[in-house]
């Protein structure tokens, strides 16, 4: 079945270092994509979305950036502060689907050191 | 303004009881949301409901149910409970249900089940 996996399960990033966060998805027909970050004891907190129509979204020192050919989207967060250690998913669904369609992935743990 | 909110924080439960978890979505909020977590997955769609009926099912067993209230609210049952049902179910709300609308995550219901 369509899936979307992370490559990697754990990133380790020093503290002001850029961290990118990758994400491959499988349905080609996926019109929509988020990352939500997870804090330890809590939900998922949504950070940056995108739509297949644009290649690259900016927010506060986050960046997604969506490779439609390889079906490959990234997260890149600038000068990476200890707040943001946490687990980051990307989620994806058709642009036609209500939020009972989105598709996580499994997560990627970024632990941002001293 | 208060955000979702789950209730117990944590469940423990033995195989066969049932368990009852709860969620009030953020004010003005008619759509609620069931997703499934357990260790090392994704989120799973469990349930939608919006305007106090069920809009959507995951690929769950009917042990799994729930409803919402007309003030909103939501409560999902969980019935026959086996092992791997131990998990941490996250409820999340947003306006209307509509595409593109954003999820607001509560902080969850952590299940043991012994």
């Known amino acids: 079945g369509e899936s979307v996996g992370l490559h990697l399960p754990t990133l380790s990033v020093q503290e002001g270092d850029n961290s990118i966060i990758n994400c491959a998805y499988s349905n080609s027909a996926s019109d929509y994509f988020i990352w939500y970050k997870q804090e330890s004891g809590k939900g998922p907190q949504f950070i940056i979305d995108?739509?297949?129509?644009?290649d690259k979204r900016q927010g506060q020192r986050v960046t997604v950036l969506l490779n439609k050919t390889v079906k490959h989207l990234s997260l890149q967060i600038a000068a990476t502060q200890p707040g943001d250690s946490a687990v980051y998913f990307c989620?994806?669904?058709?642009?036609?689907?209500?939020?009972?369609?989105?598709?996580f992935g499994t997560g990627t743990r970024l632990q941002v050191t001293l | 303004e208060a955000g979702v909110t789950q209730s117990p924080t944590h469940l423990i439960k033995t195989r066969g009881q049932q368990a009852t978890l709860r969620c009030s979505p953020i004010?003005?909020?008619?759509?609620v949301y069931w997703y499934q977590q357990a260790l090392g997955l994704g989120l799973q769609f469990l349930l939608w409901?919006?305007?106090?009926?069920?809009?959507n099912r995951g690929n769950f067993p009917p042990r799994f149910s729930g409803r919402q209230f007309p003030n909103y609210s939501s409560e999902l049952n969980v019935n026959a409970l086996e092992l791997e049902d131990s998990a941490l179910y996250l409820c999340?709300?947003?306006?209307?249900?509509?595409?593109?609308?954003?999820?607001?995550f509560g902080s969850g219901t952590q299940l043991s089940v012994l």
């Open positions: 995108i739509r297949s129509n644009m």
């Open positions: 004010s003005g909020h008619t759509s």
């Open positions: 989620a994806e669904k058709g642009d036609t689907g209500t939020a009972s369609k989105l598709t």
């Open positions: 999340a709300s947003s306006v209307t249900g509509t595409v593109g609308e954003k999820l607001f």
């Open positions: 409901y919006d305007e106090g009926e069920e809009r």
